[in-house]
């Protein structure tokens, strides 16, 4: 492209713009798009130790809050088939979908739920899938209401403390999160249970080490009474607590390869084993992959083909 000036000299020449590069329309809404994601980024505060000065004037919302949505992308624009179903559950395949179906309402019901790393190395991997999990299931229905974290400092020193920004992708606000961060399991488990006894909160997250059995129906009979899915992250190691709706096992799974690049990192995964279940079957095995706040959940490709997977095995044994 050349610019000529009236006297009819060619004083520059321009290269195509970077949406014609792009691909034309397809390229322009896609910079589009990720102009409203920057713009909407840009608003939220990188550090959450700093609160806005008493005498700016009235903010138009809370510091360090979330509450604007996130644009998402279009799935033809992400690089995913247009046929993708994002949602919870429902994986690709030719299982039946009973059988795919993981049991959310089991774990989004009122009560007390056990999470337990399938290693000690799965640790942080299970406390992630716990604060998916709630971003995705819980704090959707009432975005209004806080969540309570209780944690030791034990916890806090071995696995890191709790960081705002890193909550937000989970869909977490980190303006409506109340942390209690006590001294030893004792103090963490008090706080938890007088937590769910105010009824103020969405959901509860106790990242403690509980080994008394009466602690547990307590903070069993909380849950139940406050009508509040009560969360807790106990150890690796041990057979259970009692007075539990349902205790979950953990491990970290290996990604898969990024839309755009396969060696990139992709979703974060997890291996999903169910291991008591009230009003259900136990030992059900899923795994799953968590895209952001605005695709949720998902079964991973080769946890929803097992049964094409099983066959082509069988094929290649037999010829």
């Known amino acids: 492209m050349r ?11 321009f ?4 949406v014609e590069k792009a691909g034309g329309a397809g390229g322009e809404g896609l910079i589009e798009h990720l102009h409203k994601r920057i713009r909407v980024l840009e608003q939220v505060p ?10 700016t004037g009235p903010s138009p919302r ?4 979330f509450l604007a949505p996130v644009p998402s992308l279009p799935s033809s624009l992400l690089g995913l088939p247009a046929n993708a179903n994002p949602s919870p559950g429902k994986g690709e395949g030719s299982a039946p979908p009973k059988e795919r179906e993981i049991s959310w309402s089991k774990l989004a019901s009122f009560g007390l739920h056990e999470i337990k ?42 696995w890191g403390a709790p960081y705002g920004p890193g909550l937000i992708p989970f869909g977490l606000d980190p303006a409506l999160i109340l942390i209690v961060q006590a001294r030893n399991g004792m103090d963490a488990a008090w706080a ?3 937590g769910l006894k105010a009824r103020a909160f969405t959901a509860a997250l106790g990242q403690i080490e509980v080994k008394a059995p009466i602690i547990a129906r307590r903070l069993g009979l909380a849950a139940q009474s406050s009508r509040t899915p009560c969360l807790l992250l106990s150890g690796h190691q041990g057979c259970g607590l009692p007075g539990t709706l349902t205790r979950w096992r ?16 992709g979703a974060p995964s997890w291996h999903l084993t169910l291991e008591r279940c009230r009003g259900a079957a136990p030992e059900r095995r899923w795994t799953v992959e968590f895209r952001d706040a605005a695709y949720g959940f998902r079964l991973a490709s080769r946890s929803a083909d097992r049964a094409a997977e099983a066959d082509t095995e069988r094929q290649a044994l037999s010829g």
Request: net charge negative; glycine share 6%; proline share 11%.
């Open 3 to 13: 610019n000529d000036v009236p006297v009819g000299k060619n004083v520059g020449e």
């Open 250 to 265: 953990v491990a970290a799974a290996r990604r898969s390869g990024a839309s755009f690049d396969a060696s990139a990192p």
């Open 192 to 194: 938890l249970e007088e």
């Open 117 to 158: 790393p399938a290693a000690y190395r799965d640790e942080p991997s299970a406390l992630a899938f716990v604060l998916a999990f709630i971003g995705d299931r819980l704090v959707k229905r009432n975005r209004a209401s806080p969540l309570l974290w209780c944690l030791t400092d034990r916890a806090a020193r071995e």
């Open 62 to 65: 809370p510091a360090c809050s």
């Open 46 to 55: 990188v550090s959450l130790a700093f609160p806005p000065a008493p005498d």
């Open 15 to 18: 290269l195509p713009s970077g």
